[in-house]
């Protein structure tokens, strides 16, 4: 009971409704879930990655024989990479005014960040492409001012796809790194001018290191988000802009190669992972 | 600018001459409204000699924190100016301001070490490396504090943190020093030693603080003066033995010390001189606040230490300023008595300090209590 006090100290509640037995079966229902759906179907794979159509490591092989697949790897990851680091760039800011408007603005604005989920990611991508395609919103409106003479190509490049997902992908980073930028202590700052220092260097010595822990768990979301993304690749790319899990999804749907999809799907897999885990060794480097 | 380099040539030591460096502060008819229509601060007006420790004592929300912000520059006052050596600094950016601030909750730096906070305000006034490096070895030296120059802030206790606040305010040597409740969190003990150590490195160095606190009984310790804050004004200002003597309301009073009020009515008024009818008919003499005239409403302050206590069958008692009550409760304090005395209904509490073989009563004793008139201040009825 008091060794559940001590460490509970801070997060829990109700430390001692914790330590009671049986507690983590509540966990239950979802860990069920979880095997069912999720765990089993990706073991199973993984497996066929070694065993379709014949035991071996021939799709393995097959990976590496070809370059056209690791160069595609590379150009997700990549993406991924961009799309990131134009999201940190762009949710910071957004997150940091969060955190010092007035309640009821920041109310607003969290409200008006959910809005986006009310539509899928496949619309939202179809109504980008209705606004930048030929005889879309943007060239219509660049004609009538006069700006250009005939409509622009604005789909099917690399940049698009970039844009796009920063849009889409933009209130996961912002929550997060919203929550986090909340807790830094304004005393902190205070005190940092205080001593002497200016504005700027406020920012640099005291508000950016302690934000880092949250900047960081947001563009995880992000990152992890996009070296799985499908659907804007597919639909605003153009040829050069294919992803692995296009590469994936042609494998099952298109050539009917299991064993190669799964081969290709581990391969993500362990990249993610690995992305994941480098994040997460920086992130323990800045927290310390 | 040039204030600057003279910091980085100065950064030999503190252990040089220490050379008169707080300046002294002057707040003239500072007020500051808040938005919401709040008077935080109403034409306040102060000043703190160079070298000098002054206490804004008040309850919470009296205005004393959005004084100090205003001083360090965290919040601007609406009108009037604040002048630190002889300069207006009312619109000069906190960073620019030269003015060292402990917090109440120390806000040193969570990602830095001990070092590294201490070393803060140096490097942003571009000290060089090894000026830095022993200007920061002095300053925790000052505090006993260099065997955890390396350590993160979360790695110490609350009284090291502590410390490590006062080191980084004052290892730039700054023209003021501002302290917003600084002991706040710490245990009694640990506040009591602190304050000592506040005082003495106060007078080797020669600051000029500005303390604000709630605490009277810390007030009092530190301070040369005390101005006592109530609803954004500065109610009395002065050296803590005259406010302790002489309070010039019946909020100071209760504010500063233990005090006893007896209500009354005023009988007599004389030139400094004053008779009271208490409800019970009796009548006391004492010191008029202020002038008032017969018939008015008061309360008598007599503070616990001046009330003597006499056992009521006793021989000789002077004549004059005697009350008849019982012992009701006795606590021991170590060092002195603490008698809590009914007296028809009222009470006072006496503090009897302990000297050789003094009587000692028990509860329910009948005892005579006599005052001096001099103790005896009469102020207007709240």
């Known amino acids: ?288 | 600018m040039d204030m600057t380099a003279g910091m980085g040539a100065a950064g030999a030591g503190l252990h040089a001459a220490p050379a008169s460096h707080g300046a002294s502060l002057a707040l003239d008819q500072v007020s500051r409204v808040y938005p919401n229509g709040t008077h935080a601060v109403r034409a306040l007006s102060v000043s703190v000699p160079a070298g000098r420790i002054l206490s804004l004592l008040g309850p919470s929300g009296s205005g004393k924190t959005t004084t100090l912000k205003m001083i360090a520059g965290f919040d601007r006052p609406d009108s009037g100016s604040i002048t630190l050596a002889g300069r207006d600094i009312s619109r000069t950016p906190p960073h620019a301001r030269n003015i060292g601030m402990v917090f109440q909750n120390y806000a040193l730096f969570p990602h830095m070490t001990v070092f590294d906070n201490v070393a803060f305000p140096l490097r942003m006034r571009g000290w060089a490396r090894r000026d830095i490096e022993s200007a920061v070895q002095q300053a925790l030296a000052l505090v006993h504090l260099e065997a955890v120059a390396a350590r993160l802030p979360r790695q110490l206790s609350g009284g090291q943190q502590q410390r490590v606040a006062l080191a980084r305010a004052i290892v730039f040597r700054p023209k003021l020093l501002l302290m917003d409740e600084p002991l706040g969190a710490l245990d009694r003990q640990l506040r009591k030693s602190v304050q000592s150590e506040l005082k003495r490195l106060q007078r080797q160095l020669d600051l000029t603080i500005v303390y604000v606190t709630h605490d009277q009984e810390e007030a009092m310790f530190l301070s040369d003066e005390i101005a006592i804050v109530q609803g954004g004004r500065i109610v009395q200002c002065g050296p803590p033995a005259v406010l302790y003597d002489a309070p010039g309301s019946h909020f100071v009073a209760g504010f500063l010390g233990e005090s006893n009020f007896l209500g009354g009515t005023v009988a007599e008024a004389a030139q400094g001189q004053m008779l009271v009818t208490l409800p019970g008919g009796r009548q006391l003499q004492g010191r008029p606040s202020e002038p008032m005239s017969a018939g008015h409403a008061v309360s008598v302050l007599i503070r616990p230490e001046k009330l003597q206590v006499h056992a009521a069958s006793g021989g000789s008692l002077p004549g004059a300023n005697l009350l008849l009550g019982r012992i009701d409760l006795v606590n021991f304090l170590g060092g002195a008595i603490e008698y809590e005395i009914d007296l028809n209904g009222a009470r006072l509490t006496a503090r009897v300090y302990l000297r050789g073989a003094a009587t000692a009563f028990a509860i329910g004793d009948p005892v005579v209590l006599h005052m001096a008139p001099e103790d005896c201040l009469v102020f207007p009825a709240p």
């Open chain 1, 1 to 288: 009971m008091m060794e559940a006090a001590l460490a509970g100290g801070t997060a829990r509640p109700n430390p001692s409704l914790a330590s009671r037995p049986g507690v983590g079966l509540l966990a239950l229902p979802l860990l069920i879930l979880l095997a069912a759906i999720y765990v089993c179907p990706v073991g199973a794979l993984l497996a066929d990655s070694f065993t379709d159509p014949v035991a071996g490591l021939q799709q393995y092989r097959r990976l590496i024989d070809h370059p056209v697949y690791l160069e595609v790897l590379a150009r997700t990851f990549r993406l991924a990479l961009v799309v990131t680091v134009a999201t940190a760039a762009s949710g910071f800011p957004l997150a940091y005014y969060l955190t010092i408007a007035r309640p009821a603005v920041a109310r607003i604005a969290i409200g008006l960040l959910f809005v986006p989920f009310w539509a899928s990611t496949v619309v939202r991508t179809y109504a980008l492409m209705v606004i930048l395609g030929r005889t879309g919103v943007l060239n219509g409106a660049l004609l009538w001012a006069g700006i250009i003479s005939r409509p622009a190509q604005f789909l099917f490049h690399t940049a698009t796809v970039q844009v796009a997902m920063v849009q889409i992908l933009l209130p996961f980073f912002v929550l997060p790194a919203y929550g986090a930028l909340r807790t830094i202590d304004g005393s902190l700052l205070q005190a940092a001018e205080g001593l002497g220092a200016p504005p700027w260097q406020v920012f640099r010595r005291i508000y950016l290191p302690l934000s880092l822990p949250g900047l960081f768990a947001g563009a995880l979301i992000v990152f992890v988000f996009c070296f799985g993304f499908f659907i804007t690749p597919t639909l605003l790319g153009g040829r050069r802009d294919v992803t692995i899990a296009m590469l994936i999804m042609a494998q099952f749907e298109g050539q009917l190669d299991w064993g190669f999809g799964a081969a290709l799907s581990t391969l993500l897999l362990a990249c993610t992972l690995a992305g994941v885990l480098a994040m997460l060794r920086l992130v323990g480097k800045f927290v310390g």
